[in-house]
């Protein structure tokens, strides 16, 4: 079975720019999160999904962050206008009723 | 709110030797507790998880208790591995569930095992 994917696998770009995070939760999965780890904070929830809806968004850090589940089957984490500070590992996972979360492998994303 | 503290690492042991990775919680209710483990260059993945107290979940040799009395879910396994050098997270969910609510992770430990 195909688990989470996520793309790109790692992103370098300068300070200013739009970045876009993609996730293909799990096919049936019907949660979706996005998490944010760093070496400082460690491993942070953003946002979480159920049923393409978002239910909670208290951790995304600011306005400059926004994510969206167009479908059950795609997920986006934008990032406009990126700074140095949002350099860090993001990570979606999934999970369906009373089954664990399962990772991605991750995002690594650097801003220069 | 919710919170978990695991033991600072990094710890580095001999292989076959006995491991332990402290974690305790504070919540309201009854968590569900989890611990992940992360290797290089991957996501996290479930390793075992407990979900009332005195549950004792288990996995690749590894285990932990729900103590409920003593607010711990500490991580143990009787002899190492150098494959098992990864960074380990504990964690809790705020549901009955098996973590597809809310999970709050602790900081992790990283596990460095010498042959």
């Known amino acids: 079975d195909a688990g989470v994917i996520q793309s790109p696998r790692h992103e370098v770009t300068e300070m200013g720019q739009e970045v876009t995070l993609r996730c293909k939760p799990i096919s049936g999965h019907d949660y979706l999160f996005w998490y944010r780890q760093t070496m400082m904070r460690g491993l942070e929830l953003l946002i979480y999904f159920n049923n393409n809806v978002p239910i909670d968004d208290s951790g995304m850090p600011e306005d400059r962050f926004s994510a969206k589940m167009p479908n059950a089957s795609f997920s986006t984490l934008k990032i406009q206008p990126s700074e140095p500070r949002d350099s860090a590992v993001y990570f979606c996972?999934?999970?369906?009723?009373?089954?664990?979360?399962?990772f991605g492998d991750g995002t690594r994303l650097s801003i220069l | 709110g919710d919170s978990v503290t695991q033991m600072e690492g990094p710890v580095t042991l001999s292989e076959e030797a006995f491991l332990t990775i402290n974690c305790t919680y504070t919540?309201?209710?009854?968590?569900?507790l989890f611990w992940y483990v992360q290797y290089p260059g991957e996501g996290l993945q479930l390793l075992l998880k407990a979900t009332k107290a005195d549950d004792k979940g288990s996995n690749k040799g590894f285990e932990a208790t729900y103590r409920k009395e003593t607010t711990s879910f500490h991580l143990e396994k009787g002899s190492v591995q150098v494959s098992d050098s990864a960074v380990y997270f504990c964690?809790?969910?705020?549901?009955?569930?098996?973590?597809?609510?809310?999970?709050?992770f602790g900081t992790g430990t990283r596990l460095t095992i010498i042959p």
């Open positions: 919540a309201t209710g009854y968590p569900s």
């Open positions: 964690a809790l969910s705020d549901g009955q569930y098996f973590g597809n609510e809310k999970l709050t």
């Open positions: 996972a999934s999970a369906g009723s009373n089954q664990p979360q399962h």
